[in-house]
């Protein structure tokens, strides 16, 4: 039994709570499934986790909201109802009351969220009987960039996962600090610049999900959000091929569109995609430089001359750093191939 099904185990009618009552009173804030309406092992665990918290602190604060107006309408001015008993002497049992029951629920959950915690850590491999999915994830100002290595393609503004398969992200920022979360899915994780982490998460049915960047990184951090699609394999394996299909590759002219600050839809209009969902835009790489996560988090030179580039022709790029999104490279045919590029914040020419 994996360290999530013990959770599970242990919380059934606590996460059923959650599951049951908070997403009806909360299901006009969002159609999307979130934190009260977990899709996901993970999510699940962690849900049945914070019913467990409040459970144990209402042990303290009920009687406290119960008893504060009662006392203060029995003893009120004016009552003759209350005795007025000004000399009394130490009550051992009551002493042990008020403090020993705090106490007591201070020692249960520090010893029982220390364990869980461990159990949950975001770095530690799901138990599946499938291999994991790789993915590797690179914040932007403000958008998200999902990599599949495995399959040689990535996607802007929308993750596509396979149910019941386990997915390993790796994470790095290309700017900020910015964190990534999917409620839904539960386990929310900070990412950096030039650092990487790890996280594992599992969808265990389809839907769509919300993701979103919860640490604010600017004037556009509202708009850096992206859809996650739990799908089955079949309809997985045709996006992988459609992607391959009808993308486009994701070489250094195109990089230096997406490295600009802005949000998706503005990524996609400027590497001149239709949008027929606005709110959900959706940009398909069909081609993906290899170790361009790496080079991305290290901030070291790539070599994109496997990729030709968009404007045309069979033009190569010299080796450049991903963070470069201006300036001029030193091989001719890198700089025809990236004309329309200028320095973040200039307009294309």
């Known amino acids: 039994m994996t360290a999530v099904s013990q959770q599970q185990k242990h919380f059934p009618a606590l996460s059923a709570l959650g599951a049951c009552l908070l997403p009806a009173t909360l299901s006009g804030c969002s159609s999307a499934p979130g934190f009260l309406d977990p899709q ?24 406290v909201l119960v008893l504060t107006p009662l006392i203060l309408w029995r003893y009120r001015y004016g009552t003759s109802r209350a005795a007025y008993r000004p000399k009394w002497e ?8 008020i403090w020993g029951i705090p106490i007591l629920i201070v020692v249960i959950l520090s010893v029982v969220l220390w364990r869980q915690t461990h159990q949950l850590d975001p770095y530690r491999p799901l138990h599946s009987d499938q291999p994991p999915l790789e993915i590797q994830v690179v914040g932007y100002d403000w958008k998200w960039l999902f990599i599949y290595p495995e399959q040689h393609i990535a996607t802007l503004g929308q993750l596509i996962v396979p149910v019941g398969r386990p997915v390993a992200f790796d994470l790095t920022s290309a700017t900020v600090l910015q964190t990534f979360f999917i409620p839904a899915l539960g ?25 979103r960047n919860m640490q604010y990184n600017g004037d556009g951090f509202h708009e850096q959000r992206f859809t996650a699609r739990a799908v089955n ?13 009808e993308g486009i590759p994701l070489d250094q002219h195109n990089y230096r569109i997406l490295a600009r600050k802005g949000s998706t839809l503005e990524a996609a209009k400027a590497l001149g995609e239709s949008v027929t969902l606005p709110d959900d835009p959706l940009v398909r790489f069909s081609a993906v430089p290899d170790g361009l996560f790496d080079a991305i ?14 404007t045309g022709g069979s033009a190569t790029s010299a080796p450049a ?17 990236s004309t329309t590029i200028t320095t973040q914040g200039e307009s294309a020419s």
């Open 297 to 310: 988090m290290r901030d070291a030179p790539l070599d994109w001359s496997e990729l030709s580039p968009t």
């Open 187 to 211: 386990s929310q994780i900070d990412v950096m610049n030039r650092m990487q982490t790890t996280l594992h998460l599992l969808a265990d049915r389809e839907g769509e999900f919300e993701g």
């Open 321 to 337: 750093t991903p963070h470069d999104t201006g300036g001029e490279t030193s091989n001719p045919s890198a700089s025809a191939a």
């Open 90 to 97: 130490l009550t051992l049992w009551l002493d042990i009351l």
């Open 40 to 63: 996901g092992p993970i999510a699940r665990a962690q849900l049945g986790h914070f019913w467990f918290v409040v459970a144990m602190l209402a042990i303290v604060i009920l009687p």
């Open 233 to 245: 394999a079949q309809d997985f394996a045709r996006f992988v091929a459609d992607t391959r299909h």
